[in-house]
């Protein structure tokens, strides 16, 4: 660390974050006999608590966030320059970084044309349903207002994202949720049991999970229907990537009983699985992008909805009739930081060969770990693409019984003994909370990726034997 705090300073600060803040995700009761992890300083992809012991993040930010590492200079500079000359004006006009921004994401994501800046990963995706209600009620009479979400998928934390999640842990006790929401069958063959297709594999199994959709489809009537949200790569639901064939399918699905398709990349967007959007592995073309957290690496906030002219055209109407735009507005989306943030964020992914890294480097950290399942039993699947992978950890390879949530709390624990930040899936899915998740920064070098593997490597034996 650099010593901008001294010791008696930092003591100071853990105090006033036991007296003051109220934390994410964290039981405060364990902090009346311990203290909080308090993160003073990142460079690259190594991060130090107040007591000066250096971690190696595999999970940027703890949540997915930072795909550039800490310390960019560059992204600094461009957010201090921005805020000198105009730091805020709300969306209802333009800024410079918000233009030329929304020029180079859309230069990225062919088929789609209009950027909208708002507040979180979860507005974004309010967004969306605010869309498309509101497009049920212009050319449906409001019925076919019904959005489907995904079974283990996630889409944040607000009343009506939560709707639309298919996490039970993370929506128990903050109901009753909006009406309108669906949900359909996860796509996990590691689990096809689950859904009565055991017998079937690869592409085979891939289209009659996406046909379990269209059933669900037929009983609450297309009529009815009007979205269908997932995530390219089921993120805090387990790391599931969906089989082939399966997204070719869903795409005809919604063409064939006009829905449309909302893919939520909060999570995979702006290069995490080795592409600039998790979708593009896929050969298909949204009708609705979300994104957030990768977007700016975490050096400002900022989220974008974005979606395709055939969508926007329908809210271009006489302006004479004032209920017909988007009525919208997000009060932080008119923040320029996040933008000219964002701008340099992408810049340093092309300059820099990330996605490319993202790819080479994914690669060595599958290879890894299936050297690992090799030896522990208790890893029973390896999944993921580019630097997002999980490992689901079972007490059976047969059974498929997943451990308890505590054994695989104390592996994430070992790690962060040995210098190493992983993530597990947390207090999500009754009984499923058993899959260790991977995503370090896009900067990952071939000794980041063993020294985060070998961790892993003892921390099972450790834990395991």
């Known amino acids: 660390m650099d010593g901008t705090f001294k010791d008696n300073d930092l003591s100071k600060v853990v105090a006033a974050d036991k007296a003051n803040v109220w934390h994410h ?72 970084p918000a233009a030329l921004f929304a020029e180079k994401l859309i230069d990225k994501m062919p088929g789609m044309s209009r950027v909208y800046y708002t507040n979180s990963g979860s507005d974004a995706n309010e967004k969306v349903f605010k869309i498309v209600r509101q497009i049920s009620h212009k050319k449906y009479g409001g019925k076919k207002h019904k959005i489907l979400y995904r079974d283990r998928d996630y889409h944040g934390s607000t009343l009506a994202a939560m709707s639309a999640t298919g996490q039970h842990e993370r929506i128990a006790q903050y109901g009753p949720f909006a009406p309108g929401f669906v949900k359909v069958p996860h796509c996990m063959e590691y689990r096809k049991h689950e859904l009565g297709l055991e017998d079937l594999s690869g592409a085979e199994f891939g289209r009659a999970a996406a046909d379990q959709i ?18 390219p790569i089921t993120a805090g639901g387990g790391v599931i990537e969906a089989p082939e064939g399966y997204w070719e399918r869903v795409r005809e699905i919604c063409d064939k009983y006009d829905i449309l398709l909302h893919i939520d990349e909060v999570v995979c967007g702006v290069g995490r699985t080795g592409k600039w959007f998790g979708y593009q592995h896929f050969g298909i073309e949204p009708d609705f992008v979300t994104m ?102 079972v007490k059976d390879r047969e059974t498929k019984e997943p451990v308890d949530e505590a054994q695989a709390q104390a592996v994430v624990g070992n790690c962060g003994a040995q210098g190493v930040i992983i993530g597990v899936t947390n207090r999500s899915l009754p009984g499923r909370n058993n899959t260790l998740c991977f995503s370090p920064a896009l900067i990952a070098t071939e000794e980041d990726i063993d020294a985060i593997c070998d961790a892993v490597d003892n921390a099972l034996t450790a834990v395991f034997g």
């Open 292 to 393: 957030a957290k990768g977007v700016a690496s975490g050096y400002a906030a900022i989220a974008c909805m974005v979606t395709t002219e055939k969508v926007f055209d329908m809210f271009k109407e006489d302006p004479s009739d004032h209920m017909s735009h988007f009525r919208d507005i997000s009060t932080f989306g008119g923040c320029t930081a996040g933008p000219a943030a964002a701008l340099v964020n992408m810049q340093i992914i092309e300059d820099e060969g990330l996605l490319e890294n993202t790819t080479k480097m994914g690669e060595r950290m599958r290879a890894n770990f299936l050297k690992l399942q090799e030896k522990h039993a208790v890893i029973g699947d390896v999944r993921g693409k580019g630097l997002f992978q999980g490992l689901e950890l």
């Open 214 to 231: 269209e059933k669900v489809i037929l009983e609450e009537g297309p009529e009815t229907v009007g979205l269908l949200c997932l995530e």
């Open 25 to 96: 995700l964290s039981q405060h009761k364990q902090y009346e006999t311990s203290d909080p992890r308090i993160i003073v300083e990142g460079k690259g992809m190594r991060v130090w608590d107040q007591n000066g012991k250096e971690f190696i993040d595999a999970v940027s930010g703890g949540v997915w966030t930072v795909n550039v590492g800490y310390g960019r200079e560059e992204i600094c500079d461009a957010v201090r320059d921005q805020l000198m000359k105009l730091c805020y004006f709300a969306q209802t006009a333009g800024s410079i």
